[in-house]
């Protein structure tokens, strides 16, 4: 960028970032050895990360093309062309023409068979599971024969109604294998949020479980599977692990085509009982892996479908270059079945980490539960969600570290960690902030956009045969681009990227555009204070006001004498237009089941009009909450 813009920049981004991290200059990371072998093949002297990215982003063909040869995709025929460098990103070019390859088998490739591939973990047990290469490798041909037994094929659906377990990561490449299509949801899915996501894609074949546990209870589960079953008419067997419940205590009756998971298994094993081989079916780069589904907060959940390659390749990157992650590694990501980092935590067996499993509650039996598993194990790569670490913080406890199913921007191992940002834009995103007229911002709010093909964009919706839905939900702002549906804010400095919330529920009270998110960093400091939410409200002129509510912590009262406070906090770190017009309290914040907080469906209640999505909501009722607010009325 120019000096000209650099200086408009640092005076927009006055705060200076913290440094929380410097990298080893001395460290080799793989990082590192990409980039020299990038220099190698092509001649080049990229002498840092920021050269690095920029060179793959001009050079994106060629870079993936390096991608691939670094991270060691297996193939069973070579590709014959990386990507039609002519096309834009809103044509979703095809990847990797003319290669042959399997998602499953990548992942399963690891040569030490006695090598711990899972650990799985739960709330209600304290015994931790291991299960080996050799033994993963073992109980997928299990599960494929199985499957093929009943007739699943290339292209069918397979979904799961599953804890974060062992079975989910056994069925899900066992369908990949074959080359069936898997999508999953969380247990903790009402029946509506199920159906809202399962019924467009019509699978063959489901896996849940008997019952489940979280925070210190067992929840039934057989009567949310019934009702599921009943809206899914294409289903052919419904394969129900005993999990939390035993066999004895379990009913199937009222579950037509219905076999306990041991059962299933054993239409599996060969005529003596043996294992099966377990066989990888040698499919296109571009093939379909995974369907995954958007919050449908607003509308019924779009359909996108994930190929192989793109998963594969994408993920690699992010864990070999971006995680510098080894075979020695030991990697736990809080997560549901039902959100993306769950996909993106179980490629790490790609590499030949160890993968830990956790299903349960993260505060029970004890708030430090994470924290002991890390000591435990000897995690040495811990991700979560934000939600968990404020709970945390709240307790002043310390330990004692979904559209391209993957991530636009990340960590990276040769760069500083600055506080309060994101390190990077992640090699070969061609990423950018931009204005409403489509002009590159650096330093303030914008709209993420991604100005060049990338593989793990989504090759199509489900059941959007013309396109048209795909291009809506991410070409329509600016043709030709992808633009996220998120703010962010680009550091010209430090190059750290900061979220700013859904660019949705972007507010515009008197011409100043800003992210929710901005109100949040200065409210979430107040102990006071346990959530926030901000929102939008019109009038019939349309003139926009922010709402601001507080959900206050236990024995914190809601006070003039805080409302003062937090609109000075406010004034002061941004500016006297960015104050919201009212403060008001709430009982509770809507949420989504993967515990994303609902701005938009709190704009439609406040403006009188029904939210008929509410599977998706972890707490629905809170969405009542915000009916006929008196104070909101008559403007």
């Not at 080996?132 to 299990?142: H, M, N, Q, S, Y």
């Not at 005993?242 to 005529?271: C, M, Q, W």
């Amino acid at each position: 960028m120019s000096k000209d813009t650099e200086g408009k920049s640092e005076k927009i981004m006055d705060v200076e970032s913290k440094v929380l991290w410097y990298p080893d200059s001395k460290r080799n990371t793989q990082m590192d050895r990409f980039r020299k072998q990038v220099n190698g093949d092509y001649g080049l002297n990229l002498v840092n990360y920021s050269d690095l990215y920029q060179w793959s982003v001009d050079s994106y063909a060629e870079f993936w093309a390096e991608v691939w040869r670094f991270c060691g995709v297996v193939s069973s025929k070579p590709y014959n062309e990386v990507v039609d460098v002519t096309k834009r990103i809103s044509d979703a070019p095809e990847w990797f023409k003319g290669a042959r390859l399997n998602y499953a088998e990548n992942l399963l490739k690891h040569a030490d068979q006695d090598k711990v591939a899972l650990y799985a973990a739960t709330e209600a047990n304290e015994e931790i599971v291991k299960v080996t290469f050799g033994e993963l490798r073992r109980d997928v041909a299990l599960f494929a024969a199985a499957m093929r037994k009943m007739g699943i094929q290339t292209g069918d659906r397979v979904v799961g109604y599953l804890p974060n377990g062992i079975h989910a990561v056994e069925a899900m490449l066992a369908a990949a294998s074959i080359g069936a299509i898997w999508s999953s949801t969380s247990v903790d899915f009402g029946v509506n949020g199920v159906l809202d996501r399962f019924s467009q894609i019509q699978p063959k074949l489901i896996f849940s479980v008997a019952a489940v546990v979280y925070n210190g209870k067992t929840h039934d589960h057989m009567e949310k599977l019934t009702s599921v079953v009943k809206g899914l008419p294409d289903l052919k067997k419904i394969v129900v692990i005993p999990y939390a419940r035993s066999k004895h205590e379990t009913d199937l009756s009222k579950i037509p085509n219905s076999v306990f998971i041991d059962d299933f298994l054993a239409s599996g094993r060969g005529e003596a009982d043996q294992f099966p081989q377990l066989e990888f079916e040698q499919l296109p780069f571009s093939h379909p892996l995974f369907i995954m589904y958007s919050s449908g907060t607003t509308g019924a959940p779009k359909c996108m479908v994930h190929s192989a390659g793109g998963t594969l390749i994408q993920h690699l990157k992010e864990h070999i270059l971006h995680g510098n992650m080894t075979s020695s590694d030991v990697i736990i990501y809080y997560t549901t079945t039902g959100w993306m980092m769950w996909n993106w935590l179980v490629s790490a067996l790609a590499v030949g980490a160890s993968v830990v499993l956790y299903d349960g509650s993260p505060l029970m039996p004890t708030p430090n539960v994470l924290w002991n598993l890390t000591d435990q194990l000897g995690i040495t790569i811990f991700g979560t969600g934000a939600k968990w670490l404020s709970v945390l913080q709240e307790r002043n406890l310390k330990p004692c570290g979904t559209d391209i199913v993957s991530c636009f921007m990340g960590q990276n191992p040769t760069v500083p960690v600055y506080r309060g940002e994101i390190q990077t834009r992640n090699l070969g995103m061609a990423v950018e902030a931009w204005s409403l007229d489509g002009k590159p911002v650096w330093g303030e709010s914008g709209e993420l956009v991604c100005l060049k093909p990338i593989p793990c964009q989504p090759t199509h919706f489900w059941n959007d045969e013309n396109g048209s839905k795909y291009h809506k939900a991410y070409f329509s702002s600016y043709p030709g681009f992808w633009a996220h549906g998120d703010y962010c804010k680009i550091n010209p400095k430090t190059g750290g990227i900061v979220m700013l919330g859904r660019s949705d529920g972007t507010l515009n009270p008197n011409g100043v555009r800003f992210g929710s998110s901005e109100i949040y960093n200065i409210v979430e400091a107040f102990e006071e204070v346990s959530d926030s939410l901000c929102v939008p409200q019109y009038n019939a002129d349309g003139e926009e006001r922010v709402i601001l509510f507080l959900k206050m912590a236990p024995g914190k009262p809601f006070s003039p004498e805080l409302v003062a406070k937090i609109r000075g906090a406010i004034r002061k770190a941004l500016s006297a237009r960015h104050v919201p017009a009212l403060l008001l309290e709430t009982r509770d914040i809507p949420y989504t089941i993967s515990g994303k907080k609902v701005e938009v469906a709190v704009k439609q209640v406040i403006a009188g009009r029904e939210v008929a999505q509410r599977g998706a909501f972890s707490n629905p009722d809170s969405l009542d909450l915000y009916k006929n607010i008196p104070e909101l009325q008559n403007y």
